[in-house]
């Protein structure tokens, strides 16, 4: 499954992860993996052995846990490993299909993650957020999580202006107002008015109205 150049590719898009950490296995190759080895009894051991030391062990690890069926037993997994998570792609790609089954709890747990110094734990938070909530299960008091996520750290600010790009598209009543009244910090603000353009999902007049509100 170790393919080198990938490796390089994938080390290269992760910068501050070790290029030594890299095994190179292709994502499609290890959620294969990951549907198995949750079979198995030697599972268990692997979920509880942290830290890592590969950066391909810490994507399966992401993956486990998504497919965990038991709602407590994933936000302790999810907990404990949340700690470990050092770059994007890791955090990412965690997203645990029994926290839609769970959207009332969740909420409380989304706030506790949201509001941590760790950055991808935050990111983590905004992310599920953005995931779960943005549709039916929408409330408009929700878009002040992360409008209150301030942070200096651009994988934060980055999953800020993603999510608010993706409100706009969503949700545009309750959400401009966060735009025009300059709610999020100017680089965010601009980002996501970066992002909301680039969209299919919002309509030629938005985006004009958009632009006008640059900072």
């Not at 509880?48 to 062990?57: N, V």
């Not at 999020?184 to 996501?192: F, G, V």
Request: charged share 25%; glycine share 2%; with cysteine.
């Amino acid at each position: 499954m170790q393919d080198k150049q990938y490796a390089a590719f994938q080390s290269k898009l992760t910068p501050g992860v070790p290029p030594e950490s890299f095994i190179g296995i292709r994502v499609p190759e290890l959620r294969k993996f990951a549907k198995e080895f949750a079979k198995e009894v030697e599972v268990n051991d692997f979920v509880h052995q942290l830290p890592h030391k590969y950066y391909d062990e810490n994507m399966l690890h992401s993956l486990l846990i998504s497919q965990v069926k038991d709602y407590e037993e994933c936000i302790r997994l999810t907990d404990a490993f949340l700690p470990y998570v050092d770059n994007w792609a890791v955090c990412d790609i965690m997203s645990p299909k029994v926290f839609a089954k769970h959207k009332a709890a969740l909420t409380e747990k989304i706030k506790i993650w949201s509001s941590s110094r760790q950055t991808f734990t935050c990111r983590f938070g905004i992310e599920t957020l953005m995931t779960h909530y943005l549709d039916k299960d929408f409330k408009a008091e929700y878009l002040e999580i992360p409008a209150s996520a301030r942070s200096e750290e651009y994988y934060v600010k980055m999953m800020v202006a993603w999510f608010f790009a993706t409100a706009l598209a969503k949700q545009w009543d309750a959400t401009i107002p966060y735009i025009e009244q300059k709610r999020l910090a100017p680089w965010t603000h601009n980002k996501t008015i970066q992002k909301a353009i680039e969209s299919y999902r919002i309509t030629p007049e938005q985006k004009e109205y958009l632009r006008t509100l640059k900072v």
